[in-house]
């Protein structure tokens, strides 16, 4: 695939009362690390923000808007938000809180009169954390068995979501579902007076000087709109997300496009008390807590959690964005993209270059108990070498996805994709379970662990499991395909 390689940067030297977290130096490593990505993972184009404390350290434009068109993305390119946009409706409701309009401990049948009563017992604080019950879109879902063909109102996507049957009761699990999202839009437009669009446009975008933004709609032509893409069997493909077109009236799940200027605005408003009171920010960061205890790291439209002490928000979106910020460190990254299939991890890496990342140790492990002695050494020497992964029946992969462990003074370190110049590297550590567990810490809280399987050396398999803090599934298997010396 040709691409452009067009790079418009600025850095800006205001980091505290030290040198500038964003030096020249780790400016030109970030620029070169983002063609390395771009080009391994077949991205067209990118936009960058680094801000510490609202004010910018760096913003840059990587790339093409349009493969088609051979257009750069610049300052006036509009990025599709995606999922990054449900925390922005969580400021609506949040909004509508404080100025006593809304409780979000009410039950959602205080607003919402003709509610069926399956839904007895949700409150708007439970759907906007996923903890309503309410299934995913397009999993068991009404109102996301939807035809393309023409669109729907507002009324009818309430009373298709009306018919659903929740998977739990309010409060006792977690289950990421865009029509929760969709019924806080439906319960903003109900209660204020003015449609979704209408709201968001006066109340949210043009408060926070976001004055570019605008919520999605398909049958409108809007400038400098980005086109987006995918990937289907190694190609790059055009992504327009045409299931969504009849999302024209309440977009509240993930319908908000915006330039990397606009969400710079927004972080400035995230940081300031442009929107919400410190009290209602501080709030919407905090982790939900279900009924029987467990936290599920996730708050109002955020992923949340806290590694070493150190508070991390963040929330990717299925168009190819990220949003992720360190509060107690003033420091946010948002990265914009137009590739919906790149691993989500370019963030999460530029914060390791700048060197904020949290430091992961075997104490800062949640889902399992270390080990208190030094595996034996020809164990760790067993797991040594090449591995390609095999993904279980619920998992796609595009292209052949190969890992290595290696050996570093006598530790075992995990590589991946092995196939590729920009890797993860990260060390494991030995459970009392018998499993490994891979030390890193993911922006929205995921820990690794490998379990021993079946043969020895060559003929070695590892099992590979994700825990999201709530339960844990086996993604698939790692097959050793080469021994290493």
């Known amino acids: 695939m040709k691409r452009l390689f067009f790079i418009c940067s600025f850095v800006a030297p205001l980091w505290g009362h030290s040198q500038p977290m964003v030096s020249e130096e780790k400016s ?36 093409l808007a349009s493969l088609e068109f ?24 949040m909004q509508l809180h404080e100025q006593g309009i809304l409780e979000i401990d009410r ?26 019950g309410l299934p995913e879109s397009g999993k068991g879902s009404e109102r996301g068995a939807r035809s393309a063909r023409g669109t729907y109102s507002a009324a009818q996507m309430y009373g298709n ?16 579902s865009d029509e929760g ?39 409108k032509i809007h400038p400098n709109q980005v086109s987006g893409y995918a ?10 997300n045409s299931w969504r077109l009849i999302d024209t009236e309440i977009n509240a799940a993930g319908g908000v496009y915006a330039t990397l200027r606009d969400m710079v605005h927004w972080e ?49 979106g299925v168009s190819g964005t990220e949003y992720l910020r360190f509060p107690d460190d003033g420091l946010s990254i948002i990265v914009l993209t137009n590739q919906a299939d790149y691993v989500r991890s370019i963030a999460q890496n530029i914060s390791g270059i700048l060197g904020i990342s949290p430091g992961i140790s075997e104490k800062d492990i949640k889902t399992g108990t270390p080990v208190t002695y030094e595996p034996d050494l020809s164990e760790v020497k067993s797991l040594v070498g090449q591995y390609e ?59 690794v662990s490998l379990e021993t399987t079946t043969g020895k050396d060559a003929n070695r398999s590892l099992k590979v499991y994700e825990h999201d803090g709530l339960e844990e599934y086996c993604v698939g298997e790692l097959v050793k395909v080469a021994p290493r010396d």
Not at 43 to 56: E, N, R, S, T, W
Request: a positive charge.
């Open 181 to 219: 999202i969709f019924l806080l839009g439906y319960l903003i437009h109900k209660v204020s007076g003015l449609s979704f669009r209408e709201y968001m446009q006066k109340k949210i975008f043009d408060p926070a000087g976001m004055h570019s933004a605008y919520l999605m709609d398909q049958f």
């Open 231 to 240: 990937k289907r069997n190694g190609e790059v493909i055009p992504d327009r």
């Open 161 to 176: 979501a009306g018919k659903d049957t929740l998977a739990f009761p309010p409060g006792e699990g977690f289950l990421y």
């Open 28 to 63: 030109r490593e970030i620029d070169v690390y983002l063609r390395s990505v771009m080009r391994e993972q077949e991205i067209p184009g990118i936009a960058l923000a680094i801000l510490k404390d609202g004010q910018v350290l760096k913003e840059a434009y990587y790339g």
């Open 107 to 132: 039950e959602i049948h205080t607003y919402l009169a003709d509610a069926p009563a399956s839904w007895k017992g949700i409150t708007l604080r439970h759907l906007m954390t996923h903890t309503s």
């Open 70 to 93: 051979q257009v750069p993305v610049t300052e006036a390119s509009a990025f599709w938000m995606a999922s990054v946009s449900k925390h922005m409706t969580c400021t609506a409701i």
């Open 389 to 447: 992964f095999q993904p279980n029946q619920h998992f796609y992969l595009d292209e052949k996805f190969l890992v290595e462990i290696i050996l570093k003074q006598n530790e075992p370190w995990i590589e991946f994709p092995a196939n590729k110049e920009i890797r993860n590297r990260f060390r494991l550590a030995k459970l009392e379970n018998g499993r490994w567990m891979q030390l890193s810490w993911d922006p929205a809280f995921l820990e």
């Open 268 to 316: 400035r408003s995230m940081t300031e008390q442009t929107l919400l009171s410190e009290n209602s920010k501080n709030l919407m960061w905090e982790s939900y807590t279900l009924k029987d205890g467990r936290r599920t790291h996730y708050g109002f439209g955020w992923n949340t959690q806290r590694v070493n002490g150190k508070r991390i928000l963040y929330h990717p």
